[in-house]
Nanobody
Framework: QVQLVESGGGLVQAGGSLRLSCAAS????????MGWFRQAPGKEREFVAA????????TYGDSVKGRFTISGDNAKNTVTLQMNSLRPEDTAVYYC???????????????????WGQGTQVTVSS
């Protein structure tokens, strides 16, 4: 069993930065793919970023490329999402997710992930 706990959300002005963290317990990340998704009110869940830990491969959604960075800390069993140049349209609940089943691709789809955190609110004011 894997438990994921996000932290670091909050209120920030447009152009500002936030850093989200996802701490895992129960297993280590290193053989898995870790992802971040977000969901704004009335919208579908959207892929933000993914990290294939073993190969150190990162992928990003088009709307965040160049602004967000996903990274991992093996020693702390934590994945972080550094968010820069935030925009009002980045406002959403952000979720951390883990794929422990070993899919080789398609990690921009939420169905690939079998563990989810409870989410953390990010609000960007204009």
């Amino acid at each position: 069993q894997v438990q994921l706990v996000e932290s670091g959300g909050g209120l920030v002005q447009a152009g500002g930065s936030l850093r989200l963290s996802c701490a895992a317990s129960g297993r280590t990340f290193r053989s898995y793919v870790m992802g971040w998704f977000r969901q704004a009110p009335g919208k579908e869940r959207e892929f933000v970023a993914a990290l294939r830990w073993s190969a150190d491969v990162r992928t990003y959604g088009d709307s965040v490329k160049g602004r967000f960075t996903i990274s991992g800390d093996n020693a702390k069993n934590t994945v972080t999402l550094q968010m820069n140049s935030l925009r009002p349209e980045d406002t959403a609940v952000y979720y951390c997710a883990a794929d422990t089943r070993g899919y080789s691709s398609g990690h921009d789809f939420s169905e690939r992930y079998n563990y989810w955190g409870q989410g953390t609110q990010v609000t960007v004011s204009s």
